[in-house]
């Protein structure tokens, strides 16, 4: 039973936990200004902390994200989610394998795709391959609508998680925030050859929008005439108020044939650069052992303090849920004690009685002058004996019973009720070690007050009445 409990609760502890990291790594990297929010604030991406943090002791992944909160509507139902934005530097690993159907999304995709919960695929009639319609509100609360193509479907057992959480990739939610600026350019003929209207529009950033074009007479956005007889070159840079990085653009006007004579005729190019992607809404780190999440956060907090940036780890952001895993200890602990105290009491009436019915051996081995310690410890001896063999069936019958569970998974559970489709099991051999050597020294000392009776038994009694 002892073995059984650790092997269970302990199992359990770590499948959620690595379930709740699997959506939120062990710490996420943020700004200051960000609080437990899912609605991401803006960080410029520092190549450098990034190559810091891959460098802490105990970091096993880096990777780049930001989140923001939508809704998923459909004919069907609507359902509010969180939309998270993830990179080619995604650890893919939990979700892969929680998938039910479909695959994951790549960046570089030449559509914009999307992986959802089947919580959330059920309530929205939707399958792979369908369009998913996501709204989301801009910071003028006005609605803006994109579509994505759903590429996978995942099934945690987590419900909490799986009903808010959907992964799309990262470029997509930069946009939905407009962190960096884009700019669009329209270049226009005239009924005049070779002269052209040129107009900017810019979005994103914060604040008023600053037009530098290459022609220091043009201000503004335009529209601006320009007239050229030979290949021309126009360069754009927009900013604005608050120090955002800066988006490009140049206008190509090119020679080429026109289709009605021999005649060259400059033929318009846009090339435009948006600052989107130098923009994240924080760094998630994942280590290798949970165990040093404490000594982790000293070392990576004073990677991060010279960027006046915190660091949640994920005890702090799902404190309910560990907080509940942390009391499942509790439950093993009473169990261990209720098997200890059963097991001391049965070796008590056991020794009890063993000494009774040796009566008069403990009569013959004083009358001959063998010290009662001597005594005493003859059969505490004979108790560990005892206790040895038992705690020997035991560990094979405990060991053997979490081997099957662990191999074929014959009990099942109900993944609503508690999260997990199985009776979870984890073989940490140096705690059921640990609790082996204890059980056994606490029940051969407990031995000694049944022994003590051995003093009480007089020789000429004993041989008397034998």
Known sequence: MMLLSIAIVSGFQQEIRNKVIGFGSH??????????????????????????????QGVRQVQVYATKPGIMESEESIQGVIVKGVDQDYDWTFLKSALVDGECI??????????????????????????????????????????FLVKGIYDTGLEDFDKQFVFVDLAAVQRLYGWGMRVSVAVDTTAEANVFSVYALASGGEGEHRFAWSDSTWEGPGPHILRCAADTAIQLQVTDEAETEPCEARI???????????????????????????????????IDDF????????????????QFLQVQKITERNADIFTWLEMLDINV???????????????????????????????TLKSMGIPDGAVMRIFIRNAAWIIGKGMLWGNITGIGMAYIQHRWSIVKLDPENYYLDRVPIKFDLALMLAMDASTLLICILAMIVPAMYVLRISPIKAIRFS
């Open 106 to 147: 790549a960046k570089g995709d030449s559509v914009q795709g999307i992986v959802l919960s089947k919580y959330i695929a059920s309530r929205m009639k939707l399958r792979v391959g369908d369009k998913a319609k996501l709204l989301f509100f801009d910071r003028n609360d006005d609605v803006r609508q994109r579509n």
């Open 291 to 306: 165990e040093q999440l404490w000594e982790a956060q000293d070392l990576i907090q004073s990677a991060v303090t010279a």
């Open 333 to 363: 602990i009473v169990i261990i004690a209720l098997m200890i105290f059963v097991s001391v009491v049965n070796m008590t009436s056991a020794l009890l009685i063993i000494i009774l019915e040796r009566q008069q051996m403990i009569g």
């Open 27 to 56: 710490f996420q990297v943020i700004s200051n200004e960000q609080t437990y929010s899912r609605d991401s604030q803006r960080l410029r991406f520092n190549e450098d902390l990034y190559k810091r943090l891959q460098a802490v």
């Open 252 to 286: 190509f006007l090119e020679s080429a044939l026109s289709d009605s004579s021999s005649l060259l005729s400059l033929v318009p190019r846009v090339e435009t650069i948006a600052s989107d992607s130098v923009y994240i809404g924080g760094y998630e780190v994942l």
